[in-house]
């Protein structure tokens, strides 16, 4: 089966990891990317610049590939699907993929298989304005959203002025009193194995995960029941490949599904560091045939995502010899070349046995390294 | 000072797994090796081929990175010096390697600096045929020699025969109770961090490394006390960069260093997964003019060396399916196109709490996976 030709779709700072995950087989990794200088690019000989959307480009990428494994919802399923048919193994499923990337149609699959979702309607580009239920609601575009982009929470009539009329579903707004995440691979033989559950601290004006602890404070009996459900969920919606499910845990202490992604996540970038195989090299696994690994983890971690600050421009580092000062404490920088007004620039893994203690360094963290523009 | 340029000269498993390293952070990374299908060269953009020997095309290469990193001694020091002084950060201290190289006067420093080393002495090319002293002496090459390669047995004087004529140190032989091997990182400033202390355990055919524990065994006191040696041996001699100390323990308990290198070190593979910060990017953070990162273990490990068996061909990988399904153990294979008589292939990493059942996985291992050439 050796030496195979393996096809990453998508160069941002998950093609990246992927990537390094990669190094450790005997495979030649392909970048395809529509930016040239995405992450992942200055590590392969093989860059294809396309579209995530180019069918015909991904088709052409694809089938010079043995297994193609992708890092976005945004690739486009069909061309994924036509070469599953031909041959290539596509790492997520590419029709699960398919039913994922439109909320609408993953909300009424969830529905469908009774796994627990909050309420949710459809509402239509253009009933949008017209919208005269009760608030708050949060709207969630069906398709084109990312990493907290495409929601927002629409408090009162008056937010309707400021929501996009795109296609998008309108879901009850829960109490969250935890968000957490469960990554999970299975294959066809229908092996699965679960990386322990990760508690994400969500940053209320961005929008994005801030910080997440590893292993979730979750008590045994909740640790259960939210394995059982994500258990349920990969066997009712026959998931292959890996996949990130979030859950919202309410006051009450009941978990809702609140989305899936068919891919490595942001939730699971600690699993480099903190368990025997990481996300990156599970998904590789699979992608070559081969059995899956333990997820065990081996010390507890508490990841924070590294944000550019509110500048536009060449990327600048500063306090960088200060930040790698601090003892226990990896980063990861994805080597992007501009920096956007809070965008993800990199992480860090803060390894400490008491989670105090790993507040405390990410505050020190936070304080020393700041990314921004060049003067 | 970020987006630095690092050149790796060497594109083998280290070269590999230091620009793998080298992933995490806003670099750019270019190769230097003879070889244009080395392992490392799949994964840069920017590839120069040249002999390690090639002084003129060193200099041109390096002149075009802000810092620079080895992993091989067989690079031309004189090259690397004068880097250095126009201002390239050349990690480990070429100068260091300058006399390293020799194993003649590594010795000749190590005893200068009263440190604890075997008797020996210089016999030149012409001499060896005609040596008449006690048997059995141990025949170590002046230069050229690697991985076991260019130290040999003298048990007799027929032994003498086969002998290679060339300049080489004769050392007395210990009665060796163990193998130790220290990993250390020291700066310019004088800061040192120390790897806990590795147990090589040495295939007597091959003349390799076959497996390794870390921690090794040894007792608090045995343990300090090696790791005071160690301190010596990097203050006196200055050492700037990474180094391996590799030491004999005798039946007796007392320490002897056998030699250093100046650079990463196949001894120390499993800090990848075991320890927070790896070797590969404890090097890197030196060449980058960053702080040395914490070295603290956080599992056992068990290092594997995968070695070919006794072919010569295209690379082929048998039983890597059932391999891979023993719970708890990473693999990483280096890519290497060709397999030659025992080369070095990749290695596994096996994290258990004891050492018996990581003796026993490992056993596991070497009968599920083959590493040969296509029939």
């Given at each position: 089966?050796f030496t195979?030709?393996?096809?990453?779709?998508?160069g941002?700072?998950?093609?990246?990891?992927?990537?390094?995950?990669a190094?450790?087989?005997?495979?030649?990794?392909?970048i395809?990317?529509?930016?040239?200088?995405?992450?992942?690019a200055?590590?392969?000989?093989?860059?294809?610049?396309?579209?995530?959307?180019?069918?015909?480009?991904?088709?052409?990428?694809?089938?010079?590939?043995?297994?193609?494994?992708f890092?976005?919802?945004?690739?486009n399923?069909?061309a994924?699907?036509e070469?599953?048919?031909?041959?290539?193994?596509?790492?997520?499923c590419?029709?699960?993929?398919?039913?994922?990337k439109?909320?609408?149609?993953?909300?009424?699959?969830?529905?469908?298989?009774?796994?627990?979702i909050?309420?949710?309607?459809?509402?239509s580009?253009?009933?949008?304005?017209?919208?005269?239920?009760?608030?708050?609601?949060?709207?969630k575009?069906?398709?084109?959203?990312?990493?907290g982009?495409?929601?927002?929470?629409?408090?009162?009539?008056?937010?309707?002025k400021?929501?996009?009329?795109?296609?998008?579903?309108?879901e009850?707004?829960?109490?969250?009193?935890?968000?957490?995440?469960?990554?999970l691979?299975?294959?066809?033989?229908?092996?699965?194995?679960?990386?322990?559950?990760?508690?994400m601290?969500?940053?209320?004006?961005?929008?994005?995960?801030?910080y997440?602890?590893?292993?979730?404070?979750?008590?045994?009996?909740?640790?259960?029941q939210i394995?059982?459900?994500?258990?349920?969920?990969?066997?009712?919606?026959?998931?292959?490949?890996?996949?990130?499910i979030?859950?919202?845990?309410?006051?009450?202490g009941?978990f809702y599904?609140?989305e899936?992604?068919?891919?490595?996540?942001?939730?699971?970038?600690?699993?480099?560091?903190?368990?025997?195989?990481?996300?990156?090299?599970?998904?590789?696994?699979?992608?070559?045939g081969?059995?899956?690994?333990s997820?065990?983890?081996?010390?507890?971690?508490?990841?924070?995502?590294?944000?550019?600050?509110?500048?536009?421009?060449?990327?600048?580092?500063?306090?960088?010899?200060?930040?790698f000062?601090i003892?226990?404490v990896?980063?990861?920088?994805?080597?992007?070349?501009e920096?956007?007004?809070?965008?993800?620039?990199?992480?860090?893994i803060?390894?400490?046995?008491?989670?105090?203690?790993?507040?405390?360094?990410?505050?020190?963290?936070?304080?020393?390294?700041?990314?921004?523009?060049?003067?």
């Open positions: 089966m195979q030709k393996l096809g990453i779709i998508g941002g700072q998950l093609g990246l990891l992927l990537t390094q995950a190094m450790s087989f005997p495979v030649q990794v392909s395809y990317d529509p930016n040239p200088h995405c992450s992942a200055h590590y392969t000989r093989h860059f294809s610049k396309g579209d995530f959307d180019d069918k015909e480009r991904l088709i052409a990428f694809g089938s010079l590939q043995d297994a193609v494994i890092e976005t919802e945004s690739v399923a069909e994924l699907i070469l599953q048919e031909k041959g290539v193994r596509v790492i997520s590419p029709k699960a993929l398919q039913w994922i439109d909320k609408g149609c993953q909300k009424e699959k969830l529905k469908k298989a009774r796994l627990p909050l309420d949710f309607r459809y509402i580009a253009s009933e949008i304005k017209s919208y005269n239920d009760h608030f708050p609601i949060v709207q575009w069906r398709k084109g959203g990312y990493d982009y495409g929601v927002q929470i629409i408090k009162t009539k008056a937010d309707l400021k929501a996009k009329e795109v296609d998008s579903i309108f009850e707004m829960a109490e969250i009193e935890k968000e957490i995440s469960v990554i691979a299975r294959n066809e033989l229908g092996d699965i194995e679960f990386y322990p559950p990760v508690e601290v969500f940053d209320p004006v961005a929008n994005l995960i801030d997440l602890i590893a292993p979730a404070n979750l008590s045994l009996k909740k640790r259960r394995l059982h459900i994500s258990k349920e969920a990969a066997e009712k919606l026959k998931l292959v490949g890996l996949y990130a979030e859950f919202f845990m309410d006051k009450k009941k599904i609140n899936i992604a068919p891919r490595t996540h942001n939730s699971g970038h600690h699993t480099i560091n903190g368990n025997i195989t990481s996300q990156y090299e599970q998904q590789i696994r699979m992608a070559l081969l059995p899956l690994g997820t065990k983890q081996i010390i507890p971690c508490l990841m924070l995502n590294l944000l550019a600050d509110n500048t536009k421009g060449r990327t600048s580092y500063k306090g960088i010899e200060e930040a000062a003892p226990n990896q980063y990861t920088l994805y080597g992007k070349e920096v956007k007004p809070g965008r993800k620039m990199g992480h860090a803060i390894m400490e046995k008491t989670i105090e203690k790993a507040i405390e360094k990410m505050n020190d963290v936070r304080k020393k390294l700041l990314i921004t523009s060049h003067e």
